[in-house]
């Protein structure tokens, strides 16, 4: 499997929130039932962003290819020590999925399942709306799951199974706040890695990958 891992860091997540976040991310990674279950699958590769604004991305951790603890446990790590890029954008929820589609059609390796793992805690409010993300760029074969925030106004959860969630299987978490972020990742990625496997890996002499501080990061 394929896991992009999208998070939203929007003018309407502040510090304390931003640090839950993050940090229930790696802490739920490193989480014994989701390390069995990558294993189990075989090893997935994955990559995380945050995203604001139409232009405002920041990638996390590149692609990765997940297959022991010591690889989740070193994602997990970095994921938890990633300094915040931007702070004071708006929630381009549209671009965001364009991003994903994009560093999909770049992953290293080819495998049999696709996913895009959007959290946020609101509705699109700058560019373009998820349905033209949909349309304009390859998301056939690619499941986006959202985990929401709930609290805000109008209500993300309705937003995120109207207009964000796409393809086969697509589901959405909620998080009852941020507080609750950690656990509603935990339910979520199991669900997502669960029975998964890689499968056509790239040729000999594609998607090299390199022991970099115990995770192999795929180029």
Same mark, same amino acid.
């Given at each position: 499997?394929?896991?992009?891992?999208?998070?939203?860091?929007?003018?309407?997540?502040?510090?304390?929130?931003?640090?839950?976040?993050?940090?229930?991310?790696?802490?739920?990674?490193?989480?014994?039932?989701?390390?069995?279950?990558?294993?189990?699958?075989?090893?997935?590769?994955?990559?995380?962003?945050?995203?604001?604004?139409?232009?405002?991305?920041?990638?996390?951790?590149?692609?990765?290819?997940?297959?022991?603890?010591?690889?989740?446990?070193?994602?997990?790590?970095?994921?938890?020590?990633?300094?915040?890029?931007?702070?004071?954008?708006?929630?381009?929820?549209?671009?965001?999925?364009?991003?994903?589609?994009?560093?999909?059609?770049? /992953?290293? #390796? %080819?495998?049999?399942? *696709?996913?895009?793992?959007?959290?946020? !805690?609101? @509705?699109?409010?700058?560019? =373009?709306?998820?349905?033209?993300?949909?349309?304009?760029?390859?998301?056939?074969?690619?499941?986006?799951?959202?985990?929401?925030?709930?609290?805000?106004?109008?209500?993300?959860?309705?937003?995120?199974?109207?207009?964000?969630?796409?393809?086969?299987?697509?589901?959405?978490?909620?998080?009852?706040?941020?507080?609750?972020?950690?656990?509603?990742?935990?339910?979520?990625?199991?669900?997502?890695?669960?029975? /998964?496997? #890689? %499968?056509?890996?790239? *040729?000999?002499?594609?998607?090299?990958? !390199?022991? @970099?501080?115990?995770?192999? =990061?795929?180029?």
């Amino acid at each position: 499997m394929s896991l992009v891992l999208a998070l939203d860091v929007s003018s309407s997540i502040d510090e304390n929130e931003f640090a839950l976040q993050m940090g229930g991310l790696s802490r739920a990674l490193r989480d014994p039932s989701i390390v069995q279950a990558i294993v189990e699958a075989g090893g997935i590769q994955a990559m995380a962003f945050e995203w604001s604004g139409r232009t405002q991305v920041v990638d996390i951790v590149p692609w990765t290819f997940l297959a022991s603890e010591a690889d989740v446990f070193a994602f997990a790590g970095a994921i938890g020590l990633h300094e915040r890029g931007f702070d004071e954008f708006p929630t381009a929820l549209g671009y965001a999925l364009g991003h994903s589609a994009i560093r999909l059609s770049r /992953a290293p #390796l %080819s495998c049999a399942r *696709a996913v895009v793992d959007v959290s946020g !805690d609101g @509705v699109n409010n700058e560019g =373009y709306e998820p349905a033209l993300a949909f349309k304009n760029f390859d998301f056939s074969n690619v499941t986006v799951n959202g985990l929401v925030i709930e609290g805000e106004k109008p209500d993300p959860v309705a937003y995120y199974r109207a207009e964000v969630i796409h393809g086969p299987g697509a589901f959405v978490e909620i998080a009852r706040d941020f507080a609750d972020y950690e656990a509603a990742m935990k339910r979520k990625l199991l669900r997502e890695i669960n029975g /998964a496997a #890689l %499968s056509s890996l790239s *040729a000999p002499g594609e998607g090299k990958a !390199d022991d @970099v501080a115990g995770s192999r =990061y795929l180029r």
